[in-house]
């Protein structure tokens, strides 16, 4: 077995919103993301006097967290809180219901030749947090407007990785 020996850069990636046209110009503002954490919780197994434990059949996942820059005519915040806003007062009641109440997001990981090498794709993906955007007069310099926006998914697949059943 070789060990790759070439580090993953933590600057090169690229966030997709896919296939729902309404989020395309969202991909051009992600500045910053996570691979989020995924849990499984571990089932308590007594046998005798000791206490063992074995790996449950549920696995959770923590929210993606996307940080945006925000353009002059704020349209990145008004498309973000236009998609939140109509999932929860769409006609019908909301819920996630319309057409475009979900998208799917792809992390695609980079090499430092800019050719994609990984793909982490978040299924059924919608907003759950816009974070707010500090104005402060009081700033020296000139400092741009970031937003950190956080998603729920219903779960997130290594493409091209094995899928499990579960």
């Known amino acids: 077995m070789t060990v790759e020996r070439n580090l993953l850069p933590i600057t090169e990636f690229r966030i997709v919103f896919g296939p729902n046209r309404l989020f395309t110009e969202l991909d051009a503002y992600a500045v910053s993301v996570n691979i989020p954490s995924i849990n499984m919780a571990d089932l308590p197994t007594p046998w005798r006097s000791e206490m063992g434990y074995v790996a449950s059949n549920r696995i959770t996942y923590d929210p993606l967290n996307i940080k945006f820059a925000v353009d002059e005519k704020m349209q990145i915040y008004y498309d973000l809180?236009?998609?939140?806003?109509?999932?929860?007062?769409?006609?019908?009641?909301?819920?996630?219901?319309?057409?475009?109440?979900?998208?799917?997001?792809?992390?695609?990981?980079?090499?430092?030749?800019?050719?994609?090498?990984?793909?982490?794709?978040?299924?059924?993906?919608?907003?759950?947090?816009?974070?707010?955007?500090?104005?402060?007069?009081?700033?020296?310099?000139?400092?741009?407007?970031?937003?950190?926006?956080?998603?729920?998914?219903?779960?997130?697949?290594?493409?091209?990785m094995i899928e499990s059943e579960c």
């Open 81 to 160: 809180y236009r998609w939140m806003y109509e999932n929860a007062c769409a006609p019908g009641g909301g819920h996630g219901t319309g057409p475009d109440a979900f998208s799917d997001i792809s992390l695609q990981i980079l090499n430092s030749s800019f050719g994609k090498t990984q793909e982490f794709k978040f299924v059924n993906s919608f907003p759950t947090q816009i974070n707010s955007i500090e104005f402060n007069v009081q700033a020296s310099e000139v400092t741009y407007a970031f937003v950190d926006v956080s998603f729920r998914y219903d779960y997130f697949e290594i493409v091209g």
